[in-house]
């Protein structure tokens, strides 16, 4: 019976401080050379991050404001390209469970073309990841 209790608290404790749930992971591809390219939100950036409800209006930070912040963004950090085209700026809600349940926050997820010499390059893993304090997270490879 005591071994019992001690199982069942090791895996309530396990199960309340699931590591696996600390990162968000919203969306992952392979790259041309067959490496795994994932987007990675940390939960310790989400959570100093605004939180925010539909209900109680206007987010923190707007659709308008996140374009401009990748615009300004792209500029010093994908030197590669001339410039980007922004095809799609969409309003996510973290999905990891612990954070979810504490207080809601979302995120803009950007989709963009690269350019070059004012031609659209296509490519995978083309997104960015804009949370309501205005930092940028990019996608990284395994």
């Not at 069942?8 to 490496?35: I, R, V």
């Not at 300004?72 to 990891?96: A, H």
């Amino acid at each position: 019976m005591r071994l019992l209790v001690i199982l069942l608290l090791l895996s309530f404790k396990s199960f309340a401080f699931d590591p696996s749930c600390e990162d968000y992971y919203p969306m992952a591809t392979n790259g041309k050379d067959g490496e795994e390219i994932r987007m990675i939100i940390p939960g310790s950036k989400i959570v100093k991050a605004k939180s925010w409800e539909p209900e109680l209006g206007e987010p923190p930070l707007s659709s308008v404001e996140s374009y401009n912040i990748v615009k300004q963004w792209s500029v010093s950090n994908l030197v590669n390209f001339d410039g980007i085209e922004i095809e799609e700026v969409s309003l996510k809600k973290y999905g990891c469970s612990p954070h979810r349940s504490k207080k809601p926050y979302w995120y803009y997820q950007i989709e963009y073309s690269a350019l070059i010499d004012g031609n659209i390059l296509w490519g995978s893993a083309n997104w960015l990841v804009v949370l309501m304090s205005g930092e940028v997270i990019a996608p990284v490879k395994d």
